[in-house]
Every structure is written in structure tokens, then in C-alpha cells.
């Protein structure tokens, strides 16, 4: 256990629905990522919130929209997705967003696109 | 451009030889991590070299790091069968903040 969940761990959805995948630090962090792993490609950074702040967004489609309501908790809210967004997402934290923190990952949530 | 590149993409080994992953990256950084990924898990940090340092050790792992040439090398030591991951580089470029990923190494090893 890294001190970060994540929820749901599975999810199918249509790409005509609505979802949204939760994360939570245990750890007393101040940042926070959504990362996005799909097969045979390299991880992408999707955003980052320090001190629930967005810091950086990495030119993701509107249909993905994070949501950071205070420094445990982050979401990612999905509406109309498209097949290749199906992935494995990932989210981590960070004490701060600086170049030496280490980023500790949750599990990920495994998405399916229809 | 992806920064940071890992290789041999895959390696199978015996349990109890030594595992050695490279890693290449493009442009001047700060610090370079390595973490493992276990399949379909999240990803654990394994050790951080800054980039003024040349070689770090934990437990059996030895991560060397040469700027001149821009790579990095992760040795495990020893290998046993809990060793069998994906394991990343992760390059923090100079100036900024965001970590780097590269497309990682498969390790397989065989009881």
C-alpha cells in the first residue's frame, strides 16, 4: 500500500456515459497527477494540481475534466470518451511539486471504452 | 519527444543472475528516478540520482549515472522471482517540474 487509492479499480463504460474515477492521499501531500498508460506507450502526464491549484494540463481533450477539491482528494470526470481512450489510470502525490519530490502511484483504474 | 528511453525492452533471466537496464534521455536534467510497476499496479519508486551524483546503492539495486553520455543504468543483483516487473526511468528536465517517463523494461525472472 502506497498510501494513495484509487476507485474504481475496473470500469466499462459506453462512450455516450458519464463517469468519474476518484483518487485519494493518505499521505499529507500538497500535489497531485493523473497519469494516463496505455499499451507499448510511454506514461502521459494528464495534470497536475499543487496546493489544489491546476498547474499544468497537457493538452488533454475536454472530454477528460479533473476536479481537485482539497489536497487529498482528485477527480477525473469522463463524458463521451472515445475507444482509444482506454487505459490504465493512474494517479499519484507528491509532498511537493518540485523536481526531487518522489510521486507515489495509486493502483490505477483500468478504463474500457465501448 | 519522449525524454527518457529504456533498454533492452525485455529481459528474461534466471533467478539469482544480475538484471541490467539502460536508460537514455535527450536533454539536460535535474534528477532521474527508476520505479517499478508490477502488471497492472500502479508504480513504486525505487531510488532518485541527482544529477550531480555518479552511482547510488539500496539494498541490490546500483543505479550509475553519466551525464556526458545522457544515460543511466538500473543493476538488481541477485534476482529472484518478485523481481519480474516493468521498471521506468523517469527524467525531471532542469527548470522544471514534471517527471518524464520512458516506455520501460519488461523483466521476467525464471525460478
Known amino acids: 500500500e502506497t498510501g494513495v487509492t484509487q476507485t474504481p479499480r475496473h470500469l466499462v463504460m459506453g462512450m455516450t456515459n458519464k463517469k468519474s474515477l476518484k483518487c485519494e492521499q493518505h499521505l499529507g501531500h500538497n500535489a497531485m497527477y493523473w497519469y494516463k498508460q496505455s499499451a507499448k506507450k510511454p506514461l502521459e502526464l494528464m495534470f497536475v494540481?499543487?496546493?489544489?491549484?491546476?498547474?499544468e494540463n497537457n493538452s488533454v481533450p475536454s472530454r477528460f475534466s479533473p476536479e481537485c477539491p482539497n489536497s487529498s482528494h482528485l477527480f477525473l470526470h469522463l463524458h463521451t470518451l472515445q475507444p482509444e481512450d482506454s487505459a490504465l489510470y493512474l494517479c499519484?502525490?507528491?509532498?511537493?511539486?518540485?523536481?526531487?519530490?518522489?510521486?507515489?502511484f495509486g493502483p490505477g483504474t483500468r478504463l474500457t471504452v465501448l | 519527444s519522449q525524454q527518457g528511453e529504456e533498454d533492452p525492452q525485455a529481459l528474461s533471466i534466471q533467478e539469482g543472475e544480475n538484471a541490467t537496464m539502460n536508460c537514455s534521455y535527450k536533454?539536460?536534467?535535474?534528477?532521474l528516478q527508476w520505479y517499478r510497476q508490477n502488471s497492472g499496479r500502479g508504480l513504486v519508486h525505487l531510488i532518485l540520482?541527482?544529477?550531480?551524483?555518479r552511482e547510488k546503492h539500496s539494498g541490490r539495486l546500483r543505479v550509475t549515472l553519466d551525464t556526458s553520455k545522457k544515460s543511466s543504468s538500473l543493476l538488481i543483483t541477485a534476482s529472484r522471482a518478485a523481481d519480474t516487473a516493468s521498471y521506468f526511468c523517469a527524467t525531471s528536465l532542469s527548470g522544471y517540474s514534471t517527471l518524464t517517463f520512458g516506455k520501460g523494461t519488461m523483466l521476467l525472472v525464471s525460478p
Open positions: 499519484a502525490s507528491s509532498q511537493g511539486g518540485g523536481a526531487t519530490d518522489t510521486q507515489y
Open positions: 536533454t539536460s536534467i535535474n534528477n
Open positions: 540520482i541527482r544529477s550531480n551524483e
Open positions: 494540481y499543487s496546493l489544489e491549484e491546476r498547474v
